[in-house]
T-cell receptor, first 114, second 113 residues
């Protein structure tokens, strides 16, 4: 079965620090990759997605992620975090172009200190 | 921007009772999903629905669960006889085509007492 792992359970940063959240998946074939964010008390919102093409994808709010196929990774980055980025971040993988199931990682809680 | 809407936002029920969680997916979307998130834990896939039938389901989605799209707009999740461990946030999601992301609703918090 496919699995998605996220390296950090809880990350604490000060404002303006750089962010990198790790995501690895276990499936070797074609994958679609996503990062979702869940602000406190809210639903999951799409940050960015990768289907094909340029492995460096840019999303909303200054986030970007890089797909490295050889490492089965899709790490999320932001050069300078803000207090408002405090949230839970979930990596998700959909296997194959016609697969239906989106498998989510366990999430990484990001706390940004003002 | 169109949204996935879910009702109610919070449902409290007694163990053994039936509950129906309701969702209105985005109108031109074709694939519909239910996920759940037990407090502090990961987002777990329950079921996907396409072309008026279940296309995939997880081992969590046992005989006590069912889904329906009764009228072309609503998408419901029924839990027949709730258990304490069913307490969770239930998220409905939908998407358009096979290469598209999920759009989530705000969720229904189910509390089973």
């Amino acid at each position: 079965a496919q699995s998605v792992s996220q390296h950090n359970h809880h990350v604490i940063l000060s404002e303006a620090a750089s962010l990198e959240l790790g995501c690895n998946y276990s499936y070797g074939g074609t994958v679609n990759l996503f990062w979702y964010v869940q602000y406190p008390g809210q639903h999951l919102q799409l940050l960015l997605k990768y289907f094909s093409g340029d492995p460096l994808v840019k999303g909303i709010k200054g986030f970007e992620a890089e797909f490295i196929k050889s490492k089965f990774s899709f790490n999320l980055r932001k050069p300078s975090v803000q207090w408002s980025d405090t949230a839970e971040y979930f990596c998700a993988v959909k296997v194959g172009n016609y697969g239906q199931n989106f498998v989510f990682g366990p999430g990484t809680r990001l706390s940004v200190l003002p | 921007e169109p949204e996935v809407t879910q009702t109610p936002s919070h449902q409290v029920t007694q163990m053994g009772q039936e509950v129906i969680l309701r969702c209105v997916p985005i109108s031109n979307h074709l694939y519909f999903y239910w996920y759940r998130q037990i407090l502090g834990q990961k987002v777990e896939f329950l079921v996907s629905f396409y072309n008026n039938e279940i296309s995939e389901k997880s081992e969590i989605f046992d005989d006590q669960f069912s889904v329906e799209r009764p009228d072309g707009s609503n998408f419901t999740l029924k839990i027949r006889s709730t258990k304490l461990e069913d307490s969770a946030m239930y998220f409905c999601a939908s998407r358009t085509a096979h290469n598209s992301p999920l759009h989530f609703g705000n969720g229904t918090r189910l509390t089973v007492t």
